[in-house]
């Protein structure tokens, strides 16, 4: 990128125009709080909220907070004046669209007290968040508090000064008793909404049941369905956005043409206007979020973690692999769509040609080994409750098993050309310890990780005919390798029950 080029900020907005939103925005106040400051918020939420703001007015300006602490990207944005760039691409080309929604940018760990004054002003009636499954503090077998987290108990010792996400929900809204924000979560988690509040009213009940009681009775937790792939932002990325705008920006954000967003209408406070820029308001949001939990992140997992044995480092090049896309078309419609229950306006073919068509999409280079990250988190909304639900059918899963098995293999932390990798994991330190333990064996690899109940239901784990064909594809992965296995599986539609 060529440092000649002046920096994106302010003062390039007026030779900038056509890669705006829209025409001039103003200077919004503060309205939401979004914790979990990332690509995909950048990509997906801002571009929204701006859009909003421009066909329907509305102080919703965003304050963007980072809850790790890693500074980068608030002195990133802080040198563009809070603006950056977001790079569309598709198979019709490139263009850059100009974001100026986000207003201020906090560090919390660095930042605490401002970050609490700012979700506790009373202009801001929103706080959103993606701060992944890992960031909620969740135990996913009560989907209620994790109590042992080290950040809860940090929290409940010290609810003045908290760390986690649930602390500072509750250590703002105590001080909100009478005009609540709504606490929307913005992460692919299955009931995202409702997880997020079981979450919050206990640790809030922990620290005082009658606050408990208060933010149970008085705070809204819609639940929402977010789809746009995002990739990371890379130098290549980085060149192609200064070609097109004649801009340096330090953190441009990718993503496809391709948008989606469901929202439970459900709002203390009032919202932008999402629903007259694309969004859908609906009342029940679970049969959209499932559909795109198990049909798009499904398969995304499972081309990620064969595609990283594989050999396949993009989404679109795994995809673009015959037997691959075979494979994937047969898991979604013998073996996903099925367990759908959706809108009679609903297409599932459609739905999945569509997806298929996405993950083609050669600009985007969207790296398996990213999406293959937290797989501890991801396996059972994306695929584990899919399978007992086949299994309940005494229908096929044969396929989603070799996607589980693949993770399993993944573990191993060598691919099938022998590359090695590390594993990005909340409990990556448990899953190399019991795949290195297993020796490669495959009877012990699967014993030992169905073992972990945090993962795997015991009732799933224990049931002969889901461990018969978890065998099955592990034999098939030692044997054949990934591709060899991609090849087989995606002729075969497997045992049922």
């Given at each position: 990128?060529?440092?000649?080029?002046?920096?994106?900020?302010?003062?390039?907005?007026?030779?900038?125009?056509?890669?705006?939103?829209?025409?001039?925005?103003?200077?919004?106040?503060?309205?939401?709080?979004?914790?979990?400051?990332?690509?995909?918020?950048?990509?997906?939420?801002?571009?929204?909220?701006?859009?909003?703001?421009?066909?329907?007015?509305?102080?919703?300006?965003?304050?963007?907070?980072?809850?790790?602490?890693?500074?980068?990207?608030?002195?990133?944005?802080?040198?563009?004046?809070?603006?950056?760039?977001?790079?569309?691409?598709?198979?019709?080309?490139?263009?850059?669209?100009?974001?100026?929604?986000?207003?201020?940018?906090?560090?919390?760990?660095?930042?605490?007290?401002?970050?609490?004054?700012?979700?506790?002003?009373?202009?801001?009636?929103?706080?959103?968040?993606?701060?992944?499954?890992?960031?909620?503090?969740?135990?996913?077998?009560?989907?209620?508090?994790?109590?042992?987290?080290?950040?809860?108990?940090?929290?409940?010792?010290?609810?003045?000064?908290?760390?986690?996400?649930?602390?500072?929900?509750?250590?703002?809204?105590?001080?909100?008793?009478?005009?609540?924000?709504?606490?929307?979560?913005?992460?692919?988690?299955?009931?995202?909404?409702?997880?997020?509040?079981?979450?919050?009213?206990?640790?809030?009940?922990?620290?005082?049941?009658?606050?408990?009681?208060?933010?149970?009775?008085?705070?809204?937790?819609?639940?929402?369905?977010?789809?746009?792939?995002?990739?990371?932002?890379?130098?290549?990325i980085r060149d192609i956005v200064a070609r097109i705008t004649g801009c340096r920006d330090a953190w441009p954000v990718p993503g496809e043409s391709f948008r989606q967003w469901v929202i439970e209408d459900n709002f203390a406070a009032g919202r932008p206007a999402w629903e007259k820029v694309g969004a859908m308001l609906v009342d029940d949001v679970i049969p959209y979020e499932l559909a795109k939990l198990r049909m798009l992140n499904g398969t995304?997992?499972?081309?990620?973690?064969?595609?990283?044995?594989?050999?396949f480092e993009t989404v679109d090049q795994a995809i673009a692999d015959p037997d691959m896309y075979k494979l994937i078309h047969a898991m979604m419609t013998e073996e996903i769509a099925p367990t759908l229950t959706v809108p009679d306006s609903f297409d599932r073919a459609a739905y999945r040609d569509q997806l298929l068509m996405r993950y083609a999409n050669p600009n985007l280079k969207h790296k398996t080994m990213q999406i293959a990250s937290d797989g501890s988190l991801k396996l059972p909304p994306r695929l584990l409750g899919t399978i007992a639900e086949r299994i309940a059918a005494g229908a096929s899963y044969r396929r989603l098993t070799l996607a589980v098995a693949a993770w399993m293999r993944f573990l191993l932390g060598r691919s099938d050309a022998g590359l090695s990798y590390a594993i990005n994991d909340p409990m990556a330190a448990k899953l190399t310890e019991l795949a290195n333990l297993s020796g490669g064996d495959n009877m012990c690899l699967a014993n030992f990780l169905l073992g972990l109940e945090d993962i795997f239901p015991p009732a799933l784990a224990s049931h002969a005919g889901f461990r018969a064909e978890l065998m099955l594809a592990l034999t098939s992965l030692d044997r054949q390798g990934a591709r060899g296995s991609i090849a087989h599986y995606a002729g075969t539609a497997g045992l049922a029950g």
């Amino acid at each position: 990128m060529s440092t000649s080029l002046p920096r994106l900020g302010a003062a390039q907005l007026p030779a900038l125009q056509s890669h705006l939103l829209g025409g001039a925005l103003g200077e919004p106040a503060i309205g939401i709080v979004h914790l979990g400051l990332g690509n995909f918020h950048r990509a997906h939420q801002a571009v929204y909220t701006e859009q909003a703001m421009l066909a329907a007015g509305g102080d919703w300006g965003i304050c963007g907070v980072t809850v790790l602490d890693e500074p980068a990207m608030q002195q990133a944005l802080a040198e563009q004046d809070n603006l950056y760039s977001v790079l569309t691409s598709d198979r019709d080309g490139q263009q850059v669209q100009v974001v100026r929604a986000i207003r201020k940018v906090l560090v919390a760990p660095r930042q605490q007290a401002e970050v609490l004054a700012q979700m506790r002003d009373p202009r801001v009636r929103i706080v959103s968040l993606t701060v992944t499954e890992k960031g909620y503090c969740y135990d996913a077998k009560t989907n209620g508090l994790d109590f042992k987290h080290p950040a809860v108990q940090h929290d409940l010792l010290n609810p003045d000064t908290p760390k986690s996400v649930p602390g500072y929900l509750v250590a703002a809204l105590r001080t909100r008793r009478d005009n609540p924000f709504t606490v929307l979560s913005c992460d692919n988690l299955a009931h995202n909404g409702k997880i997020l509040r079981n979450v919050v009213v206990q640790y809030a009940h922990a620290i005082d049941p009658e606050l408990g009681k208060w933010v149970a009775e008085s705070v809204r937790f819609p639940c929402t369905m977010v789809d746009r792939i995002v990739p990371a932002t890379t130098d290549e990325i980085r060149d192609i956005v200064a070609r097109i705008t004649g801009c340096r920006d330090a953190w441009p954000v990718p993503g496809e043409s391709f948008r989606q967003w469901v929202i439970e209408d459900n709002f203390a406070a009032g919202r932008p206007a999402w629903e007259k820029v694309g969004a859908m308001l609906v009342d029940d949001v679970i049969p959209y979020e499932l559909a795109k939990l198990r049909m798009l992140n499904g398969t995304h997992s499972t081309m990620a973690y064969l595609g990283v044995l594989g050999g396949f480092e993009t989404v679109d090049q795994a995809i673009a692999d015959p037997d691959m896309y075979k494979l994937i078309h047969a898991m979604m419609t013998e073996e996903i769509a099925p367990t759908l229950t959706v809108p009679d306006s609903f297409d599932r073919a459609a739905y999945r040609d569509q997806l298929l068509m996405r993950y083609a999409n050669p600009n985007l280079k969207h790296k398996t080994m990213q999406i293959a990250s937290d797989g501890s988190l991801k396996l059972p909304p994306r695929l584990l409750g899919t399978i007992a639900e086949r299994i309940a059918a005494g229908a096929s899963y044969r396929r989603l098993t070799l996607a589980v098995a693949a993770w399993m293999r993944f573990l191993l932390g060598r691919s099938d050309a022998g590359l090695s990798y590390a594993i990005n994991d909340p409990m990556a330190a448990k899953l190399t310890e019991l795949a290195n333990l297993s020796g490669g064996d495959n009877m012990c690899l699967a014993n030992f990780l169905l073992g972990l109940e945090d993962i795997f239901p015991p009732a799933l784990a224990s049931h002969a005919g889901f461990r018969a064909e978890l065998m099955l594809a592990l034999t098939s992965l030692d044997r054949q390798g990934a591709r060899g296995s991609i090849a087989h599986y995606a002729g075969t539609a497997g045992l049922a029950g």
